[in-house]
């Protein structure tokens, strides 16, 4: 059946595809926006700021904190919110500003292979961090 | 311009009328664009003279009908009710019948220049007209229209004075489009619906008489969808109607995120 259209050859979008991606992401950044405020400035106090600061991270302290599953769970989380979070504000600014699709296309692809790397480089340290590597 | 070449473009009225008592030479500077001389926009500056009390739309008139006849824009009911004469003065998108010259006047003794600029995002035809078919094809694709389902009621379809309070605000809108291109997302190449068109959805979603508040959730959740909006609220302050623009669609995204 054909429709009878007012004026057939005005622009037409596709029909909403019923998906709640967006929704989620734009959820998510919510959620993650507000675990990070806490996740990161407590990172950076920590790191920078209590006791000597940036003198004394070395090998052994970093050994010493993920000795402990508290500080592994807060790194991963970080890592993952993070990464997640920026790699989505990302990708929405990649749809905003790129003018085609080929180069919106290869922009995310490029967005999402690093996501992937850093995330699966990250937690693999994390996961299988050894203290008693040996120097050389 | 001599009198015969006024005469001879379009929409002119001849010589000057007598400067009235009290004007002052105001410069309007126009970004103008003629398909078929021009390849980039160009700016044309004007000096004309204009009360306080004079309207933008005034002084685009006075260029048309006695400096330049071929000046093309559009404009229709001069009231700020048809919405046909939304631009961009002094950078920001109004409506060229509800700017007052007085309020754009530079401090005293200087000389006071007014920027007007085609509506952006949307492609330039000629001189400040735009194609507005991708505002009206946004507009369309969320079904402005009362849907219902079931048998008609034999009356009218009876409402509360706070049922139509819910939705009250977004009836005001008049497609000027003044919102949708002060929006930096619809600024870029893709086809996000635009505040107007988002707008329109609300009165529909909020009225207590409609039953297709659902097929619009649904459309306005896909990728061009509300999640697009980056709450920069430039369509709140571009409304000329005072519409509460980022409330509404604030409003439509909590719909969305607590529906069923």
């Known amino acids: 059946m054909t429709l009878a259209l007012d004026k057939p050859r005005s622009p037409r979008r596709p029909a909403a595809r019923r998906s709640n991606f967006e929704m989620i992401s734009w959820l998510f950044m919510r959620i993650s926006g507000m675990a990070l405020v806490v996740l990161v400035l407590g990172h950076l106090f920590i790191m920078n700021i209590l006791d000597d600061g940036v003198h004394r991270i070395n090998f052994a302290f970093v050994a010493g904190r993920w000795s402990s599953p508290f500080w592994q769970f807060w790194d991963l989380s970080m890592l993952w919110l993070a990464e997640i979070h920026g790699g989505n504000g990302l990708r929405t600014v990649i749809n905003d500003y790129a003018r085609k699709d080929s180069t919106r296309f290869w922009l995310k692809m490029m967005l999402y292979v690093s996501m992937v790397l850093i995330l699966a480089l990250g937690s693999y340290v994390i996961f299988t961090f050894d203290p008693d590597i040996s120097a050389n | ?260």
């Not at chain 2, 001879?8 to 398909?35: C, H, M, W, Y």
Request: neutral net charge; charged residues 25%.
């Open chain 2, 1 to 260: 311009m001599t009198a015969a070449t006024v005469a001879e473009s379009a929409g002119a009225r001849g010589d000057q009328p007598p400067v009235p008592e009290g004007a002052v030479t105001i410069t309007v500077k126009i970004l103008r664009f003629n398909p078929e001389i021009d390849s980039e926009p160009r700016w044309e500056t004007f000096g004309v003279p204009a009360l306080p009390t004079d309207r933008v739309l005034n002084l685009l008139h006075y260029i048309k009908w006695y400096f330049d006849g071929t000046l093309t824009f559009r404009r229709s009911c001069a009231h700020g009710i048809c919405g046909s004469d939304a631009m961009q003065i002094n950078g920001v998108n109004r409506l060229a019948c509800k700017v007052l010259v007085k309020d754009l006047m530079a401090a005293k003794g200087k000389q006071t220049t007014i920027t007007v600029a085609p509506i952006k995002g949307l492609p330039v035809h000629k001189d400040l007209l735009v194609d507005m078919e991708p505002f009206m094809e946004a507009f369309k694709a969320v079904k402005p229209f009362l849907i219902t389902y079931g048998n008609e009621p034999t009356r009218e379809r009876i409402q509360s004075a706070a049922d139509r309070e819910r939705f009250d605000d977004t009836t005001k809108c008049i497609l000027c489009a003044c919102c949708t291109t002060s929006c930096p997302v619809f600024w870029n190449e893709g086809s996000y619906f635009g505040p107007a068109a988002i707008v329109n959805a609300h009165r529909f979603i909020f009225d207590s008489r409609d039953e297709g508040a659902q097929e619009r959730l649904d459309i306005l959740n896909d990728a061009e969808g509300v999640w697009r909006c980056r709450t920069t609220f430039n369509c709140t302050d571009a409304c000329p109607r005072g519409i509460q623009v980022t409330k509404a669609i604030q409003e439509v995204k909590r719909a969305l995120l607590f529906r069923r």
